[in-house]
DNA sequence: CTCTATCCCGACCCCGCTGGTAGGATTACC
DNA sequence: GGTAATCCTACCAGCGGGGTCGGGATAGAG
């Protein structure tokens, strides 16, 4: 298991700011609704995107969420980083985002009698292929990819239009 | 954190019986000692690598591990997988290797309204992405690597050999 | 034949973190 | 001012990770 749910929320809460909120805020009880997810969950993992500056909130009534950026401007690696702390494949990696462009992973291995954990290689290279791939998926891919996934069925109000067959 | 001890240990382990056993087998005493891990808990990580038949056993006095293939012919993804059980980026994920080649990875969602979770896409890219970094990472490799990064110190056993410098 | 080094195996345990809840502030539209 | 929303802090239960313990089976050494 790489990822906890607080990614998986909170891809799928952008997903449902990006998809409902062209215009107006979105409110974190309609996302709590349509995805199907605990509203006081998702108001802390809400907060973990604000924080990442990936989402602006307006409070009071008809208040909500907005994106910060075009979803086309928003990748993965970022969103995933702000989710859950950390890209590090193991515990000995400390990925350091430090302010100078330092940004490297390092294995910071305690009781090691040699000098490095070959292990090393191994997790780097992990890193830096799911970084990458994180990357190079933008909140717009994945917005697209949802609405043809569901090209029926756009509302969760039951009634709206027959269902398919049940 | 994506992987647990178990990859870090198993594959070290892989390691020092790669680089220590090329005729006799490697007890996990030795392997304990020179890797500086507890020896109970290697017992069950070995055991997760010989059932995946990675490695080889024979009991007894001298007895001890030694690796099932060449080092080249063992690649990381195999490794990995032994060792943690599953590559799935996510709970929804359970990678069947079933026994038909269905071997696929997919999205168990429960209650999902519609068809498809959006993120789906997204962690089948990660998933894949990892699956191929691992396969490309072969056990020769990471020995090669270690000894280089540890020119000295070869051996552990004080009087074997006389040490190359103390 | 026994001794001992080793693999083998199941039961057990502690702890941190994930996932989630509760309850209350605070803010702003009507 | 009521109400819909964001905010924030504290709390909690369950689970899995990381590790230990003790004992058994097995095979080479003496």
């Known amino acids: 298991m790489f990822f906890t749910t607080k990614a998986e929320y909170g891809v799928r809460l952008l997903i449902e700011i990006g998809r409902q909120g062209q215009d107006q805020p979105v409110s974190l009880k309609v996302i709590a609704d349509t995805e199907n997810l605990p509203l006081a969950y998702l108001e802390r993992i809400v907060a973990l ?13 008809h208040g909500g969420y907005v994106l ?13 980083l702000a989710l859950e702390g950390s890209l590090a494949p193991m515990e000995c990696f400390v990925d350091d985002r430090a302010d100078d462009g330092s940004g490297r992973v390092l294995c910071s291995h305690h009781d090691d009698s040699g000098r490095g954990c070959a292990t090393k290689l191994l997790w780097t290279r992990v890193q830096v292929g799911v970084s990458n791939t ?15 996934q569901l090209p029926r069925v756009t509302r969760t109000v039951p009634d709206d239009r027959t269902p398919t067959h049940a």
């Open 49 to 61: 995107l604000k924080r990442a500056g990936l989402v602006q909130s307006t409070r009071g009534a």
């Open 68 to 80: 910060a950026r075009k979803p086309a401007d928003i990748k993965m690696d970022e969103v995933v």
């Open 134 to 148: 994180l990357a190079q998926t933008s909140l717009a891919e994945l917005i697209d990819f949802h609405s043809r």
